[in-house]
């Protein structure tokens, strides 16, 4: 999996891309038209609460991006956690990606990638 890392590229999604929001989780897209191979970001903040917490919530979301196949081609997309996503399981938690990319027009309602 093609993680997000370098401060620039982080800030390019985060301001550039487009935003929706779960209970369970939230995400930032941007949808590249150079046809690159997509990446993907995972963010605990430490509002969450201590490193055992926010760890936990980034496992939990690694595993529910697996599981709904991010990173898709062309995008790139920061995940954000949230204090539901602690005691989630990541196959709810990919649910609500998959719900969440549909909504931002990523992946078609028959799970076919734009």
């Given at each position: 999996m093609r993680t997000i890392k370098?401060?620039?590229d982080f800030?390019?999604?985060?301001?550039?891309?487009?935003?929706?929001n779960h209970r369970l989780v939230r995400m930032t897209?941007?949808?590249?038209?150079?046809?690159?191979l997509g990446r993907v970001a995972f963010v605990?903040?430490?509002?969450?609460?201590?490193?055992?917490?926010r760890n936990r919530c980034k496992r939990v979301l690694?595993?529910?991006?697996?599981?709904?196949g991010l990173p898709e081609d062309m995008s790139q997309v920061i995940l954000v956690a949230t204090h539901a996503t602690f005691a989630s399981s990541p196959a709810d938690v990919s649910r609500a990606i998959d719900t969440l990319m549909r909504r931002l027009g990523i992946r078609q309602a028959d799970g076919a990638s734009i």
């Open positions: 370098s401060r620039r800030e390019r999604v985060f301001f550039g891309g487009r935003r929706a897209a941007l949808v590249d038209d150079e046809g690159g605990a903040p430490k509002r969450l609460g201590n490193a055992v917490f690694r595993e529910a991006a697996r599981l709904s």
